[in-house]
């Protein structure tokens, strides 16, 4: 696997691998966290998407040669999330392809992000999360290191704040 710096010409890539993860949570009758619409068929995530790989840090996954994940590093969370009393370095993106799910890819992209941290002499990485769907993605991070710190909410949506020291 390579992780390579990516930017606002992996757009459609990106929203490719947006549309097969709410396709398969679609599929799996996981509808609250991303509903049901493809991304690239809404306007304004589209135009969020096209912000992120634009302003903040996109990063691509790779597997011989095919982007197979996507995490996009911040100095701060979005609007939704009060930024932290002290630098941080937030995920404000994590996705992976459907195709290479089970593969470590999302495992792998968190590395990278902790070591992207460190090496700007940071030590509190971030990320937030959906928190239905019997706190999955909750699990998740908290087997890669992180800590639930804070929740939020957005409109009827449930999101979780972790956190994981680095260094």
Not at 15 to 29: F, K, P, Q
Not at 62 to 70: F, K, L, R
Not at 91 to 98: A, E, G, I, Q
Request: one cysteine or more.
């Amino acid at each position: 696997m390579k992780i390579r710096p990516g930017d606002s010409t992996d757009l459609p890539t990106v929203l490719g691998m947006l549309d097969s993860a709410v396709e398969w949570l679609v599929s799996n009758n996981r509808t609250g966290q991303w509903g049901t619409e493809s991304w690239s068929s809404r306007p304004k995530s589209v135009e969020r998407i096209r912000t992120m790989l634009t302003d903040a840090e996109p990063w691509i996954a790779e597997i011989d040669g095919e982007p197979a994940g996507t995490l996009v590093l911040d100095t701060a969370p979005g609007p939704e999330v009060p930024p932290a009393d002290e630098p941080e370095v937030y995920v404000r993106l994590l996705v992976t392809d459907r195709r290479f799910a089970g593969r470590g890819v999302g495992s792998a992209l968190l590395e990278h992000a902790a070591e992207e941290t460190r090496r700007r002499n940071v030590s509190l990485l971030r990320v937030d999360c959906f928190a239905g769907n019997e706190g999955r993605l909750v699990a998740y991070y908290t087997r890669q290191g992180f800590t639930p710190t804070d929740t939020f909410t957005v409109g009827d949506w449930h999101g979780q704040v972790l956190a994981r020291r680095v260094g």
